[in-house]
């Protein structure tokens, strides 16, 4: 059973930058469209980034583009998301999750079949 675990959150002023890391368990990570979602108090769950199995194809929500970036390493079984230029309004659980039965990236929630538990980011103004 693959899993997902995410890490790097925390408490960061605004302006500040936090990179999170999502590992993944198994051997077909390489094969999975990856994403990042996050759910802010009373909000719904929304989308991040998200990225092909090979890195060359990318999607960002409007409000993240220019300060976001979204990478991975399929010999580290880890997606990355660097984010920059943090505003209190990206204060939110940062969950990464996959598409096992896919190899290219969605913004859509129900493309994906495999969440990890997420990480708290909490940005200061």
């Known amino acids: 059973q693959v899993q997902l675990v995410e890490s790097g959150g925390g408490l960061v002023q605004a302006g500040g930058s936090l990179r999170l890391s999502c590992a993944a368990s198994?051997?077909?990570?390489?094969?999975?469209?990856m994403g990042w979602f996050r759910q802010a108090p009373g909000k719904e769950r929304e989308f991040v980034a998200s990225?092909?199995?090979?890195?060359?194809?990318?999607y960002y929500a409007d409000s993240v583009k220019g300060r976001f970036s979204v990478t991975r390493d399929n010999a580290k079984n880890t997606v990355y998301l660097q984010m920059n230029s943090l505003k209190p309004e990206d204060t939110a659980v940062y969950s990464c999750a996959a598409r096992t039965g896919s190899i290219y990236p969605s913004t859509e929630t129900y493309d994906y079949d495999l969440w990890g538990q997420g990480t708290q980011v909490t940005v200061s103004s």
């Open positions: 990225i092909s199995w090979n890195g060359g194809r990318l």
């Open positions: 198994g051997r077909t990570f390489s094969r999975y469209g």
